[in-house]
Nanobody, 124 residues
């Protein structure tokens, strides 16, 4: 069984930065694509950034491209999301997700395991 736990969320002013971390337990982390998704109140869960099992391929939603960076450390079973130049519209609960395949998917249904989420609030 795989468990994912996010950390690093909080309250930040617009223009500020946060770094989210996701700790994964279980086997074969290096074989799994990982992703960050977010969900704001009253909205559907949406893709933020995803990364392939090797870390060589990444994909971002348009609105965070150039501001957010996803990365992973397979030796530590960790995934990160560096978020810079944060905007109020980035406010949401952010979820770490794992997929039982090496190549990432773009939809929440493509992922098999989820963390409980961490709140990110950006004030204007």
């Amino acid at each position: 069984q795989v468990q994912l736990v996010e950390s690093g969320g909080g309250l930040v002013q617009a223009g500020g930065s946060l770094r989210l971390s996701c700790t994964a337990s279980g086997r074969n982390f290096f074989d799994r694509a990982m992703g960050w998704f977010r969900q704001a109140p009253g909205k559907e869960r949406e893709l933020v950034a995803v990364i392939s099992s090797s870390g060589t391929l990444t994909r971002y939603r348009n609105s965070v491209e150039g501001r957010f960076t996803i990365s992973r450390d397979n030796a530590k079973n960790m995934v990160y999301l560096q978020m810079n130049t944060l905007k109020p519209e980035d406010t949401a609960v952010y979820y770490c997700a794992g997929r039982n395949k090496g190549y990432y998917g773009l939809a929440p249904r493509d992922y098999d395991d989820w963390g409980p989420g961490t709140q990110v609030t950006v004030s204007s």
